[in-house]
C-alpha cells in the first residue's frame, strides 16, 4: 500500500511517499480503506513542532521518540470505509463508511488503516463526503473539549474566539453557536466573511481592531493561536470569566493552578480526550444542520510535502485535506 513516512524530524521534505505491506486486522480490529485524512497541527507539531506551545517541546520529543519519530506514519484524523473486520468485531461490517482519529498511533497517511472496533471510529456524517469527514474529528474534538468539557459553556454566555477561521476556531464559533452562546470571531481580513458564514454574531479584524480596547467584556475568551495571553486579555473578562488557552504552554498551565486558587477569573489549559461517544455527538449535530467542515484546500498524497509546506505557513483558512483514494465511490461529490 502506499504510505508517506518519516524517519528524521524536520521541515515538509522529510515526509516521504513510499510502499508499506498492507495491514491485517487483528480479532478485536476493523481494516479501514483510508478515502481521505488531513494535516493538522498535531500532524505538524510531530513532524517539527512548528506550532508546538512554548515549553513543551521536550515534552514532546520524549513522547514521540527523543532522536527520531517512534511512528513513521503521520495522521491524525480520517475517513474511509471498512473493508474488512477482525473475528470478534460486532459493530462494523466491510463497507461501512466511518470516520475517525488513531490518537497518538497516527497512521492515516496510508492506503489503509487498522483500529481497534472500541477506538475513536464511528459511522461518517451520510451528508458529508470522506473530504469533509475527514476534516472534523481533530479540530472538533478540540473545540468541544475546551467549550463543552472544560468551560461548559451555556446559552446566553458570551464568547470570544481568537483565531476563528482555522481548523479548530472555525468548529469553536458553531459549537459555541449550537450551545447557545452569542459569539465574537477574531480573525484576519481576508477571512471575515467565512467566519460571519458560519455563524458568528459578530466578527473582529485583528489586523484593524484590537477588542481589548473597546470595552466589551466576555464570560469566555478562547485563544486557539496562542497569540495572546492571560495578562493582554484579563480586562476584557467578565468578573468570573475564563480565559481557554487552547494552545497553552506550561506557563498558562501555572496559571491555571494560581488562578484557580487566588483568581476570579481563571485559565483553563488541557488536553482533548478522544472519545468515540463525542464523534457520535459531533456527528448527530453534522446531520442536524449544526456543524461544517469549513475546507480550505485539498491535495493529494502525493501533494503531502507541499500540503505541509503551506500549513506550515500558519495561513490556512479552516482545514487542509489530503485525499489518499483515487475517487469516492458511492459517496456524494466533493
Known amino acids: 500500500m502506499k504510505a508517506v513516512v518519516y524517519d528524521k524530524y524536520g521541515p515538509p521534505e522529510v515526509l516521504q511517499l513510499t510502499e508499506l505491506a498492507k495491514p491485517s486486522p487483528k480479532d478485536n480490529e476493523i481494516l479501514i480503506r483510508v478515502h481521505a485524512t488531513s494535516v493538522t497541527t498535531g500532524d505538524v507539531n510531530a513532524r517539527d513542532f512548528v506550532f508546538a506551545p512554548p515549553g513543551l517541546k521536550p515534552v514532546g520529543r520524549l513522547m514521540l521518540g527523543y532522536n527520531k519519530p517512534k511512528k513513521r506514519v503521520l495522521g491524525t484524523e480520517f475517513s474511509g470505509q471498512v473493508e474488512a473486520v477482525g473475528n470478534s468485531v460486532l459493530e462494523f461490517k466491510a463497507g461501512d463508511e466511518v470516520y ?121 475568551i478562547m485563544d486557539v493561536v496562542g497569540k495572546s495571553s492571560f495578562e493582554k486579555v484579563k480586562s476584557s473578562l467578565e468578573s468570573k470569566g475564563k480565559y481557554l488557552a487552547v494552545a497553552g504552554g506550561l506557563k498558562e498551565f501555572g496559571q491555571m493552578l494560581t488562578t484557580s486558587l487566588f483568581s476570579s477569573k481563571k485559565v483553563l489549559a488541557g488536553q482533548a480526550v478522544e472519545r468515540k461517544e463525542d464523534l457520535v455527538f459531533l456527528r448527530e449535530l453534522i446531520e442536524a444542520g449544526k456543524l461544517t467542515a469549513l475546507i480550505d484546500r485539498c491535495y493529494s498524497l502525493e501533494q503531502i510535502v507541499e500540503a505541509h509546506r503551506y500549513v506550515d505557513t500558519g495561513h490556512k483558512q479552516g482545514n487542509v485535506v489530503i485525499r489518499v483514494a483515487e475517487k469516492e465511490a458511492g459517496n456524494l461529490d466533493g
Do not use: W
Not at 153 to 172: N, T
Not at 196 to 218: H, L, N, P, S, W
Open 100 to 220: 475517525g482519529m488513531p490518537g497518538t498511533v497516527f497512521g492515516s497517511y496510508a492506503d489503509y488503516i487498522c483500529l481497534p472496533e472500541d477506538g475513536v471510529v464511528t459511522q461518517k456524517p451520510v451528508n458529508m463526503t470522506y473530504e469533509q469527514a475527514a476534516a472534523v474529528p481533530f479540530g472538533a474534538h478540540t473545540a468541544l473539549y475546551f467549550l463543552r468539557d472544560k468551560a461548559r459553556v451555556q446559552a446566553g454566555q458570551s464568547v470570544l474566539i481568537l483565531g476563528a477561521s482555522g481548523g479548530v476556531g472555525s468548529y469553536a464559533v458553531q459549537l459555541a453557536k449550537a450551545f447557545g452562546a452569542t459569539v465574537t470571531g477574531v480573525c484576519s481580513t481576508r477571512n471575515l466573511e467565512r467566519v460571519k458564514e458560519i455563524g458568528a454574531d459578530r466578527v473582529i479584524d485583528y489586523t484593524k481592531v484590537d477588542f481589548t480596547q473597546e470595552g466589551k467584556r466576555y464570560d469566555f
